[in-house]
């Protein structure tokens, strides 16, 4: 028997090289049965990442109702099911080019896919009709929100029939679309649509997502490095509150809301502990909604992974907050900014800049205008700067080097030389008066426009709250001061008496338990 035995071992010790290719493979004790041979041979294997989004029933309308795509595929599926799966890959190769953070063609299609042959999808697939595997449904996102379909309706959501390989699907979109996409194509390589973010006004208007990402972002920042301390707290408070008032993105503004009602009981702590970034509870508030930060940019998406991104998307948001504060809360904005930047941006030569340009203001802001007009010469001293720092080291994007800003294209009227002979130079005679109205359009506006777009494509849904707070947003300048006024005094009553109810409830003594 022992013999038996040893016979068998050395075959397994000669086979196993062979098997391998080499001794060195053998890491792990060997395993007799053929699924763990098999699952051994699969680890070996280097997983492709998916980019058609998974969804089941309790995230099917959360992920759909937050994406910026204007339209979106579902994909119904089986996992058993072989034609399934030897079309995953065909899908696949259409979805890179839409989805995920490294997508050419990223915030025009949501590809996603549901698996009917798990049973909390069972009710699901069964609102979409679905009789065949695989099934792609196109259409709006909105109109897949508790929605269903029926091939006998009129809808908006659609059958893609003829999409069973990656260039039958694509062509498909293309009618749609009127587009060229091909599954060729390479991110970055159409330097002629990079430019359009600088000479398509309305492109800005897709920036409230970026504006999103940079705000999330910030916030994450600050938890990771540890930046709330007990001297940084109040300054931190006082940019959430401008926040909660005039971000453009209504989630943002709920999401801060929420932060700031908690806040006292965070400020309690922090007088035990020298930091409350490392306190677990401020880590659980997103503030701008679960779905932020998405991992992409779009209006502020550079050509290379390190430039653009973060500090585009910041700079529009100061931008965004410049043009929607009132003339009474100019001075205060203004503060904000600047103790911001100070204590939380973590570029430190960046940081240092800045805070010479808020240092060289010696008298206060009075009007709304002034605040804007000098966030937009800052932005550009900043641009001069880095021109020449990232020509001499070539570290700029070439597919957005930095210039002076707006460019002639993109607002003649702000320019009163006709000759474009002296913008080289930086002697650019600014008519300031049209500069104002510019930024006014640009980073207020046009938002109002996308507002309009985005109630167009959800077929004027009333409850559509983002769109409405959006909206509300956009236009909050033209509030009559006597009005502002008025609202004003009653926010600060009733500020007051939240405050006081609340200590009321802090020092009430706990109700005695039956028990």
Request: hydrophobic content about 35%.
């Amino acid at each position: 028997m022992s013999s038996v035995v040893s016979i068998i071992v050395t075959i397994l010790v000669v086979c196993a090289p062979i098997a391998g290719g080499s001794s060195s493979v053998i890491s792990s004790p060997i395993s007799f049965g053929s699924r763990s041979i098999l699952r051994s041979i699969e680890k070996g294997k280097a997983e492709k990442p998916d980019y058609a989004v998974e969804l089941n029933a309790t995230s099917f309308d959360s992920v759909l109702k937050e994406t910026p795509a204007t339209y979106a595929i579902v994909e119904f599926f089986a996992h058993w099911c072989p034609a399934c799966r030897n079309y995953k890959p065909q899908y696949e190769k259409v979805a890179k080019l839409f989805n995920g953070a490294d997508a050419v063609h990223p915030g025009i299609i949501l590809m996603t896919r549901v698996d009917c042959a798990l049973k909390i999808n069972t009710d699901l697939c069964d609102k979409f009709s679905v009789g065949q595997y695989p099934m792609l449904l196109w259409g709006p996102p909105s109109k897949f929100l508790s929605g269903s379909w029926n091939p006998k309706d009129k809808s908006e959501i659609r059958s893609i029939d003829k999409g069973r390989t990656a260039e039958l699907l694509l062509n498909w979109i293309n009618k749609q679309l009127n587009g060229s996409y091909s599954l060729d194509d390479k991110r970055f390589e159409n330097e002629q649509n990079l430019h359009a973010n600088v000479s398509d006004p309305g492109q800005i208007a897709r920036a409230v997502y970026d504006v999103e990402e940079a705000t999330s972002t910030a916030f994450n920042i600050i938890l990771d490095h540890k930046m709330i301390k007990p001297d940084t707290w109040a300054p931190l408070v006082k940019f959430l509150q401008l926040l909660v008032v005039h971000h453009p993105s209504r989630r943002c503004r709920k999401g801060t809301a929420e932060i700031l009602v908690d806040f006292d009981d965070f400020s309690a702590d922090n007088k035990k502990s020298p930091n409350v970034g490392e306190r677990q509870p401020l880590r659980n508030y997103k503030i701008c909604g679960n779905d932020v930060p998405r991992g992409y940019w779009m209006f502020c998406r550079g050509s290379r992974n390190e430039t653009r991104g973060f500090s585009c998307g910041l700079w529009v948001l100061l931008h965004s907050l410049s043009v929607r504060v009132s003339d009474g809360e100019t001075e205060m904005a203004f503060t904000t900014i600047c103790d911001f930047i100070h204590n939380f941006f973590i570029c430190e030569e960046c940081r240092q800049h800045f805070n010479e340009m808020c240092s060289s203001v010696s008298n206060p802001f009075k009007k709304s205008r002034d605040l804007i007009l000098w966030l937009w010469k800052a932005h550009n001293k900043v641009n001069e700067r880095l021109m020449k720092e990232e020509a001499s080291a070539d570290t700029g994007d070439p597919m957005f080097p930095k210039m002076i800003w707006p460019a002639r294209q993109l607002c003649p009227s702000c320019y009163r030389s006709k000759s474009s002979k002296d913008d080289d130079k930086n002697e650019i005679d600014w008519d300031e008066d049209e500069v104002y109205k510019f930024l006014i359009g640009y980073y207020r506006e046009t938002l109002a426009t996308f507002v309009k777009v985005n109630k167009q494509l959800n077929n004027n849904n009333p409850d559509s709250a983002f769109a409405d707070d959006l909206a509300v947003s956009a236009h909050a300048v033209v509030v009559p001061i006597g009005a502002a006024l008025a609202i004003a005094v009653v926010s600060c009553l009733f500020g007051a008496l939240a405050c006081y109810w609340r200590q009321r409830q802090k020092s009430r003594k706990p109700r005695r338990s039956w028990n």
